[in-house]
């Protein structure tokens, strides 16, 4: 089995040290790092997304970060284009890939594939955003319920992107989201794939979790919420909705505190990393680690999970 050949996947919930990992993992085994993370994505959003510092990646090539401007869409779909791209690139130059996995949804689209879904109607989304301003985000819902109430009822009625593509699917397939998704995919072929998982003791991770948001704020992370909302970023725009990013606005613009919007983060934070884990859970393909992934056993035990996959 040679390098090239070899897709590793490191995934667990927030904070649980996957890029950590990743990096030493790269460095031992002449890698680059694909982040698999629907936040990262975005350029300006930096902090809160928690996307590693060049001075902290070791000299690692750290890709599919920093893609797209915060007004626009970006679908699991087109992550899978971009990752499926970068992923050539490496196997050509002899590299190992190492995706760090947050998303999960990036991650089954990647490797399970999509069913296809009908193109974006940039006209039919312009109507759509139109009717959104003239009334409110909660009007397109009710036009979503309409059409697709199963949809509807799995989308929040502010996640304007998301209710936006769901009407737009609905309309041009003429049948429901579900219905499209059932549909034949297309799995990545050409990779043995080793999914490593990070699950740290849950006590463990709240405390950590907590002690991390308090160091982003340490950093400047209200600083740069201001900074982005200096720059003419619409409030409405993706990004703005992340965790972090929706509590700091409503610190700087609508007067919380620092103490309230703190401990708002920490809980959607904690909450989140259950989500995460629920849905990694699922596969069955995962080899669990209990730990981080910048503890040097992790390291040794992931190692020697590759290394005995390889043969």
């Known amino acids: 089995m040679t390098p090239f050949e070899r897709l590793i996947v490191i995934l667990g919930p927030t904070a649980s040290g996957k890029s950590a990992l990743g990096i030493r993992l790269a460095e031992e085994l002449g890698g680059e790092i694909l982040a698999c993370d629907s936040t990262q994505v975005y350029r300006y959003f930096d902090i809160g997304t928690a996307k590693v510092p060049p001075g902290e990646q070791h000299g690692i090539p750290h890709h599919l970060v920093d893609l ?17 791209t970068v992923l050539e690139d490496i196997r050509r130059r002899g590299k190992v890939p190492i995706l760090t996995a947050g998303t999960g949804l990036y991650l089954r689209a990647l490797l399970e594939g999509l069913a296809d879904a009908p193109t974006r109607s940039e006209e039919l989304r312009d109507r759509l955003r139109h009717k959104g301003a003239l009334r409110n985000p909660a009007h397109l819902h009710r ?17 304007t992107q ?25 799995p990545l072929t050409g990779y043995q794939v080793v999914k490593i998982g990070l699950l740290p003791p849950r006590a463990t991770l709240y405390a950590r979790i907590n002690s ?15 900074a982005l909302i200096a720059r003419g970023i619409s409030t409405e725009a993706k990004p703005f909705q992340f ?35 629920t849905w990694f859970r699922k596969d ?28």
């Open 68 to 84: 797209i401007e915060p007004q626009k869409i970006f679908t699991a779909g087109d992550y899978r284009e971009r990752a499926l």
């Open 212 to 226: 991390r948001v308090e160091a982003m704020l340490a950093v400047g992370w209200i600083e740069e919420t201001r």
């Open 243 to 277: 965790i972090g990013y929706a509590q700091l606005r409503a610190h700087v613009e609508a007067g919380i505190s620092r103490e309230d919007a703190t401990k708002q983060i920490q809980r959607a934070t904690r909450r989140f990393a259950k989500r995460q884990l």
């Open 162 to 186: 998301k209710v936006i593509r769901a009407i737009e699917m609905r309309l041009l397939a003429r049948k429901p989201v579900a219905e499209i998704y059932s549909g034949d995919r297309h």
């Open 284 to 311: 069955s393909n995962v080899r669990w680690l209990a730990g981080f992934g910048d503890a040097p056993e992790t390291l040794a035990s992931a190692l020697a999970l590759i290394r005995s996959e390889s043969h």
């Open 143 to 159: 036009i979503l319920t309409r059409l697709d109430p199963a949809s509807a009822a799995r989308i929040a009625p502010r996640d």
